[in-house]
């Protein structure tokens, strides 16, 4: 089956500015999963969706970061405006309900300078 | 808050011996842990998983091991080649929601 796609795969912005990454999850999976992984830690769940509907949004930084999912198939997450400290990797997963576990894409690594 | 913790930040072995990866949890209601493996500009990577109803579960290579007394949970890698080189991170699901909560990783590098 064909991964979880991500792009693009690297951005580079200024502070201030804006920026959207877009997600194509495992066709079927109905979970769609958002992280942000700084360098040298562990990813860390920005937001969860179940087909469209959000299912916890409690670490998405609201003032700036948005996500959706309006089909229950793609994915985006905007950040706007971007600060320094967003600078990090923006990881996308999906999860089906028969199974744990989650497929990641490769990521988009967001640089703000 | 709770979270998902390891022991240590990096473990290099040589190639052929077996290395031992720690992880830590606080959160008792945790009922299934993951181990993920991530390489240089990749997303993590499924590696083996177990149920807390478990204490071993062996793959392809690798065991991990689940002492729940103690919160504590091992990844078992044998006979370790080159591309086991990676940052290992163990996750804990909470809430039954499929959330996952990471812990920071290990960094395993492989000496030839």
């Known amino acids: 089956e064909a991964g979880v796609a991500q792009s693009p795969r690297y951005k580079i912005i200024e502070k201030r500015q804006s920026v959207a990454f877009w997600c194509n999850p495992i066709s079927g999976h109905a979970t769609l999963y958002w992280y942000q992984q700084i360098l040298g830690q562990g990813p860390k769940l920005l937001i969860q969706?179940?087909?469209?509907?959000?299912?916890?949004d409690s670490q998405l930084p609201k003032d700036r970061f948005s996500a959706e999912r309006l089909k229950g198939v793609d994915s985006t997450l905007k950040i706007q405006p971007a600060k320094l400290e967003d600078s990090a990797v923006y990881l996308c997963?999906?999860?089906?309900?028969?199974?744990?576990?989650?497929?990641f894409g490769s990521g988009t690594r967001l640089t703000v300078v | 808050g709770e979270s998902v913790g390891l022991h240590l930040p990096t473990l290099s072995v040589q190639e052929g011996d077996n290395s031992i990866i720690n992880c830590a949890y606080s959160?008792?209601?945790?009922?299934?842990f993951i181990w993920y493996k991530q390489e240089s500009g990749k997303g993590p990577q499924f590696i083996i998983d177990?149920?807390?109803?478990?204490d071993k579960r062996q793959g392809q290579r690798v065991t991990v091991l689940l002492n729940k007394t103690v919160k504590h949970l091992s990844l078992q890698i044998a006979a370790t080649q080159p591309g086991d080189s990676a940052v290992y991170f163990c996750a804990e699901t909470q809430g039954g929601a499929q959330k996952l909560v990471f812990g920071q990783g290990t960094r395993l590098t492989i000496n030839p």
């Open positions: 177990i149920r807390s109803n478990m």
């Open positions: 959160n008792s209601a945790s009922d299934y």
């Open positions: 969706f179940q087909n469209n509907g959000v299912v916890d």
């Open positions: 997963a999906s999860s089906s309900p028969s199974a744990y576990g989650y497929t």
